[in-house]
């Protein structure tokens, strides 16, 4: 062993308590044990919620679990911050059908509802419309990674129509956030732009609002969170995933400068909330309507999803779809009723 | 000098990192990514920068921006 090469070194010990730390978040100068970490995760969700308005009895949360670090970590907070306010939150899963991805991602999800207690929708897209979003891809002629978007949007959407959900929860970290809305930028489309905060607003039975609960959760005190937590997790990657999609650069970049500025991601979402109002008083005006095929939101006479399936299969699927997740709901509503 | 053998997950390829100190800071840059992007792991926990590991040692390295 040479002088300079030191054995390992004790783990330090928690800012708060004598606890060994697991986390140290640079921008708060702090070392955190598992418990203070938790806290300290917990209560930057629990203000994102307050802001919003969620912190409510009687509020319903749906939350999309895709299996993943950041959809795990926040149904995990959501659950706990559920249990101490009162809301209701409810998971919602969509098995995609691409092969061994999506086996292994209703595994982990179907055990960290189990472990959580939470109440989880299981929606198998194939069994419902009688394709995975690959064959609906090939049949739609379009990037799967485009259609799964869709498909995932629609579904989450008629499930918190149904529901009479507040909102629907995505687990959009602050890297993902500054990197769509770099990408915003790069692309001037100001109106894009103004939908990057922590929520959106609900149109009364057509659209309902999107939440970010991860909005001032970096994407690694996400993974940390789920692997501290020991949360049941999927690391694999989508097999349809770009290989370096624009994103990527965009957080390393974002990461690059966080080494060198701690704090400079979580300025950036602050600053983003703050000028919101500015850039949707810059956003172009959108109408929307309803489908007249499904009766949800449409920019045109037909919604994205009943135009997509229309072109694959013949005919408009949303119908088909709503009087699924209607018969899935009416089930979690008798379950909900039995003592 | 250390050499640390790190598992990169998820694309589970791995590496042999020659470092000077073993230490978790020299780990990563050795590795090439920014700190930021990366969590590392020695027997299920998680390092803090300043832990430094012995020769052979064996890590767990998650990159934070992959997956979700």
């Known amino acids: 062993m040479t002088p300079m090469l030191r054995r390992a070194v004790a783990r330090a010990k928690c800012s708060k308590c004598e606890r060994p730390a697991v986390a140290e978040i640079r921008y708060a100068r702090l070392r955190l044990c598992r418990e203070h970490f938790n806290e300290f995760m917990e209560k930057k969700v629990e203000r994102v919620l307050r802001r919003v308005g969620v912190l409510q009895k009687g509020r319903i949360v749906v939350a999309a679990v895709s299996g993943g670090k950041d959809s795990s970590t926040m149904l995990a907070i959501l659950s706990k911050l559920s249990k101490k306010y009162g809301f209701r939150v409810i998971g919602v899963h969509i098995v995609l059908g691409i092969r061994e991805y999506s086996e292994k991602s209703l595994e982990k999800i179907q055990q960290l509802c189990r472990e959580l207690r939470v109440e989880c929708l299981v929606i198998d897209l194939e069994r419902v419309i009688g394709f995975t979003v690959p064959e609906l891809a090939r049949r739609a002629k379009r990037p799967t990674c485009s259609v799964c978007g869709l498909v995932k949007r629609y579904i989450l959407n008629a499930v918190g129509v149904e529901l009479g959900a507040d909102y629907v929860a995505l687990g959009h970290n602050t890297d993902d956030i500054i990197a769509y809305s770099i990408k915003s930028f790069i692309n001037h489309d100001i109106t894009q732009l103004a939908k990057f905060g922590p929520s959106t607003e609900t149109i009364k039975g057509v659209a309902i609002g999107r939440l970010r609960p991860l909005f001032e959760v970096y994407e690694r005190e996400s993974l940390l969170y789920a692997l501290v937590n020991k949360l049941p997790i999927v690391i694999d990657e989508c097999p349809f995933r770009p290989r370096s999609p624009m994103e990527d650069k965009i957080k390393e970049f974002m990461n690059s400068l966080e080494d060198d500025h701690p704090g400079i991601k979580l300025a950036f979402v602050r600053r983003l909330e703050k000028r919101l109002g500015f850039y949707k008083s810059l956003a172009e005006s959108q109408k929307y309507g309803r489908c007249k095929y499904c009766g949800l939101l449409s920019a045109g006479d037909v919604c994205s999803f009943c135009r997509v399936t229309e072109k694959a299969a013949g005919k408009p699927l949303g119908p088909l779809v709503r009087s699924e997740i209607r018969r899935l709901v009416a089930s979690i509503r008798e379950r909900s009723k039995a003592p | ?68």
């Open chain 2, 1 to 68: 000098m250390a050499r640390i053998r790190v598992r990169i997950l998820p694309s589970n390829i791995t590496r042999e990192v020659e470092t000077e100190t073993g230490c978790v800071s020299e780990i990563i840059r050795r590795l090439g990514f920014p700190r930021e992007s990366i969590v590392l792991l020695y027997k299920g926990e998680p390092l803090l920068d300043d832990m430094c590991l012995e020769d052979g040692a064996v890590v767990d390295a998650y990159v934070a921006t992959s997956g979700g």
